[in-house]
């Protein structure tokens, strides 16, 4: 298995269809050290996607998901074009440990446009499936 740290659009039920498969159940993380930023002009969304970028003193919060090596290289192949993956340790809130996760990082990090209501709420079910507390 490999753990994904997922802080933009990849909730449960949207990896779940992206992967053909049950719903995926994640677990509550955090990432330090990066703030969440919207870059780029993503057609499907409408708007800006999220990337991550270093940050003193940043957290960035998601949820980790355990996947198969078949699953990142459907990820990798048919949805995460202009993203790299990269090692980071992430914080597993359920467990009180951090991890090493596969990250995806946009290759350009430039602003364009900002994300559509569409885009935040997908980013909103994601902290909502993960966390107890009301996300603005």
Not at 43 to 62: L, M, Q
Not at 84 to 104: A, F, M, Q, S, T
């Amino acid at each position: 298995m490999v753990l994904i740290f997922s802080y933009g659009s990849n909730n449960s039920k949207q990896l779940s269809k992206r992967l053909n498969t049950r719903i995926l159940p994640g677990h509550p993380a955090s990432l330090s050290g990066y703030e969440r930023i919207f870059a780029g002009n993503n057609e499907y969304w409408k708007g800006g996607v999220a990337s991550i970028y270093p940050r003193k003193n940043g957290k960035v919060y998601g949820a980790i998901f355990d996947l198969t090596n078949e699953q990142i290289h459907i990820l990798d192949t048919q949805y995460e074009h202009g993203y790299k993956r990269k090692k980071l340790k992430v914080h597993n809130e359920l467990k009180n440990i951090d991890e090493e996760c596969e990250v995806y990082i946009k290759n350009d990090n430039t602003f364009e446009k900002l994300p559509s209501k569409r885009y935040l709420k997908a980013i909103q079910i994601l902290l909502r499936e993960n966390y107890t507390y009301k996300v603005a």
